[in-house]
Protein backbone atom coordinates (compact mmCIF):
# COMPACT_ATOMS: atom_id res chain seq x y z
CA UNK A 1 0.00 0.00 0.00
CA UNK A 2 1.28 3.52 -0.81
CA UNK A 3 -0.08 6.57 0.54
CA UNK A 4 0.04 10.52 0.20
CA UNK A 5 -1.65 13.70 1.50
CA UNK A 6 -3.69 16.11 0.02
CA UNK A 7 -4.79 19.83 0.96
CA UNK A 8 -7.89 20.94 0.13
CA UNK A 9 -9.05 24.59 -0.39
CA UNK A 10 -12.75 24.95 1.11
CA UNK A 11 -15.52 23.03 2.44
CA UNK A 12 -16.72 21.30 -1.00
CA UNK A 13 -13.98 20.84 -3.58
CA UNK A 14 -12.82 18.41 -5.81
CA UNK A 15 -9.01 18.20 -6.23
CA UNK A 16 -7.48 16.25 -9.23
CA UNK A 17 -5.27 13.04 -7.88
CA UNK A 18 -4.83 10.90 -11.15
CA UNK A 19 -0.80 12.23 -11.40
CA UNK A 20 -0.25 10.46 -7.52
CA UNK A 21 -2.23 7.68 -8.58
CA UNK A 22 -0.42 7.34 -11.49
CA UNK A 23 3.14 7.89 -9.97
CA UNK A 24 1.83 5.24 -7.18
CA UNK A 25 1.16 2.66 -10.40
CA UNK A 26 4.53 3.26 -11.62
CA UNK A 27 6.30 2.67 -8.55
CA UNK A 28 4.59 -0.52 -7.77
CA UNK A 29 6.35 -1.69 -10.79
CA UNK A 30 2.46 -3.28 -11.65
CA UNK A 31 2.20 -3.96 -15.35
CA UNK A 32 -1.17 -5.52 -15.46
CA UNK A 33 -4.21 -4.96 -13.12
CA UNK A 34 -6.21 -2.88 -11.09
CA UNK A 35 -5.56 -0.22 -8.98
CA UNK A 36 -7.76 0.50 -5.91
CA UNK A 37 -8.08 4.32 -4.58
CA UNK A 38 -9.27 4.63 -0.79
CA UNK A 39 -9.74 7.77 1.41
CA UNK A 40 -10.19 6.82 5.04
CA UNK A 41 -12.67 9.52 5.49
CA UNK A 42 -16.23 9.88 6.36
CA UNK A 43 -16.52 13.27 5.16
CA UNK A 44 -14.56 13.01 1.76
CA UNK A 45 -14.86 10.71 -1.04
CA UNK A 46 -13.73 9.50 -4.38
CA UNK A 47 -14.89 9.28 -7.77
CA UNK A 48 -14.02 9.59 -11.53
CA UNK A 49 -15.54 12.48 -13.72
CA UNK A 50 -14.47 15.10 -16.39
CA UNK A 51 -11.27 17.09 -16.21
CA UNK A 52 -11.23 18.93 -19.30
CA UNK A 53 -13.72 22.07 -18.40
CA UNK A 54 -13.67 22.56 -15.15
CA UNK A 55 -17.20 24.11 -15.32
CA UNK A 56 -18.59 20.19 -14.95
CA UNK A 57 -16.51 20.30 -11.69
CA UNK A 58 -18.49 23.62 -10.76
CA UNK A 59 -21.96 21.78 -12.14
CA UNK A 60 -21.44 18.95 -10.10
CA UNK A 61 -20.85 20.67 -6.55
CA UNK A 62 -23.71 23.03 -7.31
CA UNK A 63 -26.04 20.04 -7.82
CA UNK A 64 -24.57 18.02 -4.39
CA UNK A 65 -25.04 21.67 -2.54
CA UNK A 66 -28.90 22.18 -4.06
CA UNK A 67 -29.59 18.25 -3.39
CA UNK A 68 -27.53 18.24 -0.16
CA UNK A 69 -28.07 21.25 1.90
CA UNK A 70 -26.30 21.69 5.04
CA UNK A 71 -28.99 23.03 7.07
CA UNK A 72 -32.64 19.97 6.90
CA UNK A 73 -35.38 19.91 9.68
CA UNK A 74 -34.44 16.60 11.31
CA UNK A 75 -30.82 16.56 11.64
CA UNK A 76 -29.42 15.24 14.70
CA UNK A 77 -25.69 14.94 14.10
CA UNK A 78 -24.06 17.48 16.80
CA UNK A 79 -21.33 18.80 14.12
CA UNK A 80 -23.70 20.32 11.64
CA UNK A 81 -21.99 18.13 9.08
CA UNK A 82 -24.83 15.40 8.00
CA UNK A 83 -24.68 16.52 4.52
CA UNK A 84 -21.01 15.48 4.31
CA UNK A 85 -21.57 12.50 5.34
CA UNK A 86 -24.11 11.53 2.51
CA UNK A 87 -22.35 12.99 -0.49
CA UNK A 88 -19.34 10.92 0.55
CA UNK A 89 -21.30 7.49 0.97
CA UNK A 90 -23.22 8.72 -2.66
CA UNK A 91 -19.62 9.37 -4.28
CA UNK A 92 -18.12 6.17 -2.01
CA UNK A 93 -14.71 5.69 -0.45
CA UNK A 94 -12.72 3.98 -2.90
CA UNK A 95 -12.68 3.81 -6.68
CA UNK A 96 -10.80 1.15 -9.25
CA UNK A 97 -8.79 1.87 -12.35
CA UNK A 98 -7.44 -0.85 -14.58
CA UNK A 99 -3.61 -0.83 -15.18
CA UNK A 100 -2.35 -1.84 -18.67
CA UNK A 101 1.11 -1.72 -19.66
CA UNK A 102 2.09 0.24 -16.89
CA UNK A 103 -0.37 2.71 -16.84
CA UNK A 104 -4.07 3.71 -16.02
CA UNK A 105 -6.92 3.03 -18.38
CA UNK A 106 -8.81 5.99 -18.24
CA UNK A 107 -10.87 7.67 -20.78
CA UNK A 108 -9.51 10.36 -22.70
CA UNK A 109 -11.97 12.86 -20.42
CA UNK A 110 -11.61 11.08 -17.12
CA UNK A 111 -9.42 12.43 -14.11
CA UNK A 112 -9.77 11.03 -10.46
CA UNK A 113 -10.61 13.51 -8.24
CA UNK A 114 -10.70 13.56 -4.35
CA UNK A 115 -14.01 15.16 -3.41
CA UNK A 116 -14.00 16.84 -0.35
CA UNK A 117 -17.25 17.60 1.57
CA UNK A 118 -15.93 19.34 5.12
CA UNK A 119 -13.18 21.10 4.41
CA UNK A 120 -10.21 22.67 4.54
CA UNK A 121 -8.02 20.14 5.56
CA UNK A 122 -5.35 17.85 4.98
CA UNK A 123 -6.38 14.46 3.81
CA UNK A 124 -5.20 10.69 2.94
CA UNK A 125 -5.60 8.51 0.07
CA UNK A 126 -3.94 5.44 -0.11
CA UNK A 127 -3.36 3.32 -2.66
CA UNK A 128 -3.14 -0.55 -3.76
CA UNK A 129 -2.72 -2.38 -6.23
CA UNK A 130 -3.79 -5.62 -7.40
CA UNK A 131 -2.01 -7.57 -10.15
CA UNK A 132 -4.15 -9.02 -12.59
CA UNK A 133 -4.78 -12.84 -13.92
CA UNK A 134 -2.39 -14.18 -16.59
CA UNK A 135 -4.17 -14.17 -20.16
CA UNK B 1 -15.26 -16.68 -0.99
CA UNK B 2 -16.92 -16.74 2.21
CA UNK B 3 -20.32 -15.18 3.33
CA UNK B 4 -22.43 -14.65 6.00
CA UNK B 5 -25.76 -13.77 6.99
CA UNK B 6 -27.52 -10.72 8.51
CA UNK B 7 -30.71 -10.00 10.10
CA UNK B 8 -31.86 -6.62 9.64
CA UNK B 9 -34.46 -5.22 11.88
CA UNK B 10 -36.33 -2.30 9.69
CA UNK B 11 -37.65 -1.50 6.28
CA UNK B 12 -34.48 1.13 6.48
CA UNK B 13 -31.78 0.29 8.38
CA UNK B 14 -28.03 0.48 8.40
CA UNK B 15 -26.25 -2.45 10.22
CA UNK B 16 -22.40 -2.60 11.01
CA UNK B 17 -20.87 -5.18 9.22
CA UNK B 18 -17.07 -3.77 10.08
CA UNK B 19 -16.18 -7.09 12.96
CA UNK B 20 -17.52 -9.96 10.50
CA UNK B 21 -15.82 -8.98 7.33
CA UNK B 22 -12.59 -8.48 9.62
CA UNK B 23 -13.12 -12.30 10.10
CA UNK B 24 -13.49 -12.94 7.14
CA UNK B 25 -9.90 -11.55 6.71
CA UNK B 26 -8.32 -13.20 9.57
CA UNK B 27 -9.32 -16.71 8.17
CA UNK B 28 -8.03 -16.08 4.87
CA UNK B 29 -4.83 -15.33 5.92
CA UNK B 30 -4.21 -12.68 3.56
CA UNK B 31 -1.94 -9.89 4.57
CA UNK B 32 -1.61 -7.49 1.76
CA UNK B 33 -4.53 -7.10 -0.80
CA UNK B 34 -7.96 -6.41 -1.20
CA UNK B 35 -11.56 -7.35 0.88
CA UNK B 36 -14.11 -6.90 -1.30
CA UNK B 37 -17.50 -6.98 0.03
CA UNK B 38 -20.62 -7.87 -2.28
CA UNK B 39 -24.18 -8.03 -1.00
CA UNK B 40 -26.10 -10.25 -3.98
CA UNK B 41 -29.58 -8.27 -3.60
CA UNK B 42 -31.03 -5.28 -5.41
CA UNK B 43 -33.01 -3.51 -2.74
CA UNK B 44 -29.86 -3.59 -0.13
CA UNK B 45 -26.52 -2.31 -1.02
CA UNK B 46 -23.03 -1.98 0.89
CA UNK B 47 -21.07 1.97 2.09
CA UNK B 48 -18.44 3.01 4.30
CA UNK B 49 -19.21 6.22 6.74
CA UNK B 50 -18.79 6.75 10.56
CA UNK B 51 -19.50 4.39 13.25
CA UNK B 52 -18.72 6.65 16.39
CA UNK B 53 -21.85 8.85 16.45
CA UNK B 54 -24.98 6.66 15.89
CA UNK B 55 -26.71 10.03 14.80
CA UNK B 56 -25.08 10.02 11.50
CA UNK B 57 -26.89 6.96 10.15
CA UNK B 58 -30.23 8.24 11.30
CA UNK B 59 -29.43 11.65 8.97
CA UNK B 60 -27.95 9.32 6.23
CA UNK B 61 -31.79 7.36 6.61
CA UNK B 62 -33.87 10.21 7.03
CA UNK B 63 -31.59 12.41 3.77
CA UNK B 64 -32.43 9.41 1.32
CA UNK B 65 -35.92 8.93 2.36
CA UNK B 66 -36.83 12.52 1.73
CA UNK B 67 -35.03 12.56 -1.48
CA UNK B 68 -36.36 9.02 -2.40
CA UNK B 69 -39.73 8.59 -0.95
CA UNK B 70 -41.95 5.28 -1.31
CA UNK B 71 -44.54 6.36 -3.35
CA UNK B 72 -43.56 8.57 -6.80
CA UNK B 73 -46.11 9.18 -9.52
CA UNK B 74 -45.16 7.55 -12.33
CA UNK B 75 -43.68 4.78 -10.28
CA UNK B 76 -44.43 1.53 -12.39
CA UNK B 77 -42.75 -1.10 -10.77
CA UNK B 78 -45.44 -3.51 -8.88
CA UNK B 79 -43.57 -4.59 -5.51
CA UNK B 80 -43.73 -0.81 -4.31
CA UNK B 81 -40.07 -0.80 -3.58
CA UNK B 82 -39.01 0.95 -6.40
CA UNK B 83 -37.35 3.67 -3.80
CA UNK B 84 -35.15 0.56 -2.37
CA UNK B 85 -34.14 -0.24 -5.86
CA UNK B 86 -32.63 3.33 -6.24
CA UNK B 87 -31.66 3.48 -2.96
CA UNK B 88 -29.58 0.31 -3.50
CA UNK B 89 -27.44 1.32 -6.43
CA UNK B 90 -26.61 4.54 -4.69
CA UNK B 91 -25.21 2.97 -2.33
CA UNK B 92 -23.56 0.19 -4.51
CA UNK B 93 -23.84 -3.09 -4.10
CA UNK B 94 -20.55 -3.47 -3.23
CA UNK B 95 -16.98 -1.87 -1.43
CA UNK B 96 -13.26 -2.64 -0.89
CA UNK B 97 -10.99 -2.10 1.54
CA UNK B 98 -7.57 -2.13 1.44
CA UNK B 99 -5.83 -4.94 3.78
CA UNK B 100 -2.28 -4.55 5.23
CA UNK B 101 -0.91 -6.67 8.17
CA UNK B 102 -3.59 -8.69 7.72
CA UNK B 103 -6.02 -6.25 8.99
CA UNK B 104 -8.77 -3.68 7.22
CA UNK B 105 -7.21 -0.31 6.34
CA UNK B 106 -9.73 1.81 7.73
CA UNK B 107 -10.29 5.33 9.06
CA UNK B 108 -10.47 6.37 12.76
CA UNK B 109 -14.57 7.04 12.32
CA UNK B 110 -14.97 4.44 9.21
CA UNK B 111 -17.20 1.50 9.69
CA UNK B 112 -18.44 -1.44 7.13
CA UNK B 113 -22.37 -0.95 6.36
CA UNK B 114 -25.12 -3.21 5.06
CA UNK B 115 -27.55 -1.03 3.95
CA UNK B 116 -31.40 -2.50 4.12
CA UNK B 117 -33.75 -0.73 2.12
CA UNK B 118 -36.83 -3.00 2.31
CA UNK B 119 -36.49 -5.01 5.22
CA UNK B 120 -36.47 -6.47 7.58
CA UNK B 121 -34.73 -9.19 6.05
CA UNK B 122 -32.08 -11.87 6.60
CA UNK B 123 -29.24 -10.82 4.06
CA UNK B 124 -26.03 -12.15 2.42
CA UNK B 125 -22.92 -10.93 2.10
CA UNK B 126 -20.08 -12.20 0.37
CA UNK B 127 -16.45 -11.38 0.60
CA UNK B 128 -13.90 -12.25 -1.26
CA UNK B 129 -9.99 -11.26 -0.68
CA UNK B 130 -7.45 -10.38 -3.43
CA UNK B 131 -3.65 -10.57 -2.67
CA UNK B 132 -1.71 -7.15 -3.64
CA UNK B 133 1.39 -6.68 -5.75
CA UNK B 134 4.29 -7.57 -3.86
CA UNK B 135 6.53 -4.19 -3.07
CA UNK C 1 -7.65 -6.66 -19.88
CA UNK C 2 -10.73 -7.71 -22.36
CA UNK C 3 -13.28 -4.88 -24.07
CA UNK C 4 -16.98 -4.80 -25.45
CA UNK C 5 -18.88 -2.12 -27.41
CA UNK C 6 -22.22 -1.34 -26.16
CA UNK C 7 -24.46 0.40 -28.57
CA UNK C 8 -27.22 2.98 -26.57
CA UNK C 9 -30.63 3.51 -27.75
CA UNK C 10 -31.73 6.43 -26.58
CA UNK C 11 -30.57 9.60 -24.04
CA UNK C 12 -30.48 7.82 -21.05
CA UNK C 13 -31.31 4.09 -20.66
CA UNK C 14 -29.78 0.97 -18.91
CA UNK C 15 -28.45 -1.64 -21.13
CA UNK C 16 -27.66 -5.06 -19.52
CA UNK C 17 -24.11 -6.76 -20.26
CA UNK C 18 -24.27 -9.60 -17.97
CA UNK C 19 -23.67 -12.07 -20.97
CA UNK C 20 -20.80 -9.56 -22.08
CA UNK C 21 -19.02 -10.18 -19.01
CA UNK C 22 -20.11 -13.75 -18.23
CA UNK C 23 -18.23 -14.51 -21.87
CA UNK C 24 -15.20 -11.95 -20.32
CA UNK C 25 -14.46 -14.19 -17.33
CA UNK C 26 -15.17 -17.65 -19.25
CA UNK C 27 -12.55 -16.72 -21.92
CA UNK C 28 -9.85 -15.29 -18.97
CA UNK C 29 -9.96 -19.41 -17.12
CA UNK C 30 -10.28 -17.55 -13.70
CA UNK C 31 -11.97 -20.20 -11.30
CA UNK C 32 -11.52 -17.76 -8.18
CA UNK C 33 -11.48 -14.33 -7.87
CA UNK C 34 -13.10 -10.82 -8.88
CA UNK C 35 -14.36 -9.21 -12.29
CA UNK C 36 -14.09 -5.45 -12.63
CA UNK C 37 -16.03 -3.71 -15.33
CA UNK C 38 -14.79 -0.21 -15.95
CA UNK C 39 -16.61 1.78 -18.61
CA UNK C 40 -14.07 5.05 -19.99
CA UNK C 41 -16.91 7.58 -19.97
CA UNK C 42 -17.78 11.13 -17.89
CA UNK C 43 -21.77 10.87 -19.33
CA UNK C 44 -21.88 6.91 -18.41
CA UNK C 45 -21.80 4.31 -15.91
CA UNK C 46 -22.19 1.18 -14.26
CA UNK C 47 -24.46 -0.68 -12.10
CA UNK C 48 -26.40 -3.72 -10.77
CA UNK C 49 -29.62 -3.91 -10.05
CA UNK C 50 -32.81 -5.90 -10.68
CA UNK C 51 -33.26 -7.63 -14.58
CA UNK C 52 -36.33 -9.38 -13.77
CA UNK C 53 -39.44 -6.87 -14.22
CA UNK C 54 -38.27 -3.91 -16.25
CA UNK C 55 -40.44 -1.64 -14.51
CA UNK C 56 -37.45 -1.26 -12.10
CA UNK C 57 -35.05 0.22 -14.67
CA UNK C 58 -38.18 2.33 -15.91
CA UNK C 59 -38.40 3.80 -12.05
CA UNK C 60 -34.37 4.06 -11.76
CA UNK C 61 -34.46 6.38 -14.38
CA UNK C 62 -38.00 8.59 -13.50
CA UNK C 63 -35.94 8.81 -10.26
CA UNK C 64 -32.78 9.75 -11.57
CA UNK C 65 -34.78 12.37 -13.94
CA UNK C 66 -36.96 13.97 -11.55
CA UNK C 67 -33.60 14.80 -9.70
CA UNK C 68 -31.18 15.52 -12.01
CA UNK C 69 -33.23 17.01 -14.48
CA UNK C 70 -31.40 18.57 -17.35
CA UNK C 71 -31.57 22.48 -17.25
CA UNK C 72 -30.68 23.67 -13.86
CA UNK C 73 -29.89 27.51 -13.50
CA UNK C 74 -26.65 28.39 -12.11
CA UNK C 75 -25.14 25.71 -14.68
CA UNK C 76 -22.31 26.58 -16.77
CA UNK C 77 -20.78 23.48 -18.95
CA UNK C 78 -21.52 24.42 -22.48
CA UNK C 79 -22.31 21.45 -23.57
CA UNK C 80 -25.68 21.01 -21.57
CA UNK C 81 -25.09 17.82 -20.20
CA UNK C 82 -24.15 18.09 -16.86
CA UNK C 83 -27.24 16.49 -15.41
CA UNK C 84 -25.71 13.05 -17.26
CA UNK C 85 -22.03 13.62 -15.47
CA UNK C 86 -23.76 13.67 -11.82
CA UNK C 87 -25.53 10.67 -13.01
CA UNK C 88 -22.75 9.00 -13.87
CA UNK C 89 -20.59 9.86 -11.07
CA UNK C 90 -23.47 8.48 -8.70
CA UNK C 91 -23.96 5.16 -10.29
CA UNK C 92 -20.10 4.90 -10.54
CA UNK C 93 -17.50 4.35 -13.26
CA UNK C 94 -16.86 0.48 -11.96
CA UNK C 95 -18.68 -2.24 -10.52
CA UNK C 96 -16.85 -5.39 -9.52
CA UNK C 97 -18.30 -9.02 -9.11
CA UNK C 98 -16.76 -11.82 -7.32
CA UNK C 99 -16.38 -14.71 -9.09
CA UNK C 100 -16.40 -18.59 -8.26
CA UNK C 101 -16.40 -21.68 -10.09
CA UNK C 102 -15.27 -19.41 -13.19
CA UNK C 103 -18.61 -17.69 -12.89
CA UNK C 104 -20.35 -14.18 -11.75
CA UNK C 105 -21.36 -14.84 -8.44
CA UNK C 106 -25.41 -12.91 -8.49
CA UNK C 107 -27.84 -12.89 -6.56
CA UNK C 108 -31.35 -13.92 -8.27
CA UNK C 109 -32.36 -11.09 -9.70
CA UNK C 110 -28.80 -8.91 -10.02
CA UNK C 111 -27.89 -8.03 -13.88
CA UNK C 112 -24.70 -5.68 -14.80
CA UNK C 113 -25.86 -2.79 -16.26
CA UNK C 114 -23.91 0.33 -18.12
CA UNK C 115 -26.00 3.35 -17.51
CA UNK C 116 -26.40 5.44 -20.56
CA UNK C 117 -26.98 9.42 -19.95
CA UNK C 118 -25.83 11.36 -22.54
CA UNK C 119 -26.59 8.72 -25.80
CA UNK C 120 -27.75 7.23 -28.33
CA UNK C 121 -23.66 6.41 -28.47
CA UNK C 122 -20.93 3.58 -28.80
CA UNK C 123 -19.82 2.87 -25.34
CA UNK C 124 -16.58 1.09 -24.51
CA UNK C 125 -16.43 -1.26 -21.82
CA UNK C 126 -13.54 -3.15 -20.05
CA UNK C 127 -13.21 -5.88 -17.84
CA UNK C 128 -10.38 -6.97 -15.88
CA UNK C 129 -9.96 -10.22 -14.25
CA UNK C 130 -8.43 -10.21 -10.47
CA UNK C 131 -7.41 -13.76 -9.11
CA UNK C 132 -8.24 -14.70 -5.11
CA UNK C 133 -6.26 -15.79 -2.64
CA UNK C 134 -5.89 -19.29 -2.15
CA UNK C 135 -8.10 -21.09 0.26
Chains 1, 2, 3 share one sequence.
Request: aromatic letters at 6%; proline letters at 5%; glycine letters at 10%.
Amino acid sequence: MQSFQVRTPRRNAFVEITQQVQACVASSGVEAGVAVVFVPHTTAGVTINENADPDVVHDLLLTLDRLFPQQVPGYRHAEGNSDSHIKASLMGSSCQVIVAGGGLVLGSWQGIYLCEFDGPRTRQVHVQLLPGARE
